[in-house]
């Protein structure tokens, strides 16, 4: 596990993946427009690809809640994995961002097809661009629907700090998020480890923050 993934376990944890936290902009409509839309989709397989922490595990239980569907991380696919999936419609692959056996997961693609069955597939990297070797699961891919997640857009941004910080009861002036906007790297990790970090700056010390605990946070 990298340093980065480390320092936000804990931080993760206090997250409530519910209807009303999910904040969508430009850079998720495209996704979350699939969540929203069900079952009115051409296909029935959905393959929503993004960074680490853009919100793909956020999306897939809005959607479990939404459409009684069931979550199968991809450590838990095994021989018991059909049993698991086999009594529901809609069945969300999370995490899946390698594939040890390729046939299994052509066996997935199989079952959701032959049994008329909804599949969400998140990654970090959309399916297509897996080296896959079996010419019949690569066949099987290219009937996905792709659903991208953008690397975080000004409002997103600003709609993370924002909600994170009022969520620990940190105060921060609009003018300082916008400040802090323009110049973090956009990347959803980054953000949340800047959150982190602020949050763990504020417990420490026990003051507002100001510009200069931004800027030094910013450096780290």
Request: hydrophobic share 30%; with cysteine; net charge positive.
């Given at each position: 596990m990298s340093k980065l993934?480390?320092?936000l376990l804990k931080f993760e944890l206090k997250q409530n993946f519910t209807y009303d936290d999910y904040f969508v902009?430009?850079?998720n409509y495209f996704a979350f427009n699939f969540i929203e839309t069900w079952p009115k989709w051409e296909k029935n397989i959905l393959n929503i690809h993004g960074e680490k922490f853009s919100g793909k595990?956020?999306?897939?239980?809005?959607?479990?809640?939404?459409?009684?569907?069931?979550?199968?991380?991809k450590d838990e696919i095994n021989d018991s994995f059909f049993s698991k999936i086999r009594f529901h419609e809609n069945i969300i692959l999370d995490n899946l961002d390698y594939v040890t056996d390729e046939n299994i997961l052509y066996s997935i693609f199989n079952f959701t097809e032959q049994y008329n069955k909804y599949l969400i597939i998140n990654s970090e990297k959309p399916l297509n661009s897996f080296n896959f070797?079996?010419?019949?699961?690569?066949?099987?891919?290219?009937?996905?629907?792709f659903a991208k997640i953008e690397k975080?857009?000004?409002?997103m941004i600003f709609a993370l700090i924002l909600k994170h910080l009022s969520d620990r009861q940190i105060k921060i002036?609009?003018?300082?998020?916008e400040y802090?906007?323009?110049?973090?790297?956009?990347?959803?990790?980054?953000?949340l480890d800047f959150i982190y970090k602020v949050d763990q700056f504020s417990l420490i010390n026990k003051k507002s923050i100001d510009y200069k605990s931004i800027k030094k946070i910013l450096e780290e």
């Open positions: 993934n480390q320092s902009s430009k850079c595990s956020h999306l897939s239980e809005i959607f479990k809640k939404k459409n009684k569907a069931i979550i199968i991380n070797s079996l010419p019949d699961l690569k066949s099987r891919i290219k009937n996905c629907i975080p857009d000004d409002d002036e609009k003018k300082m998020i802090i906007s323009k110049r973090i790297e956009r990347s959803y990790g980054k953000i």
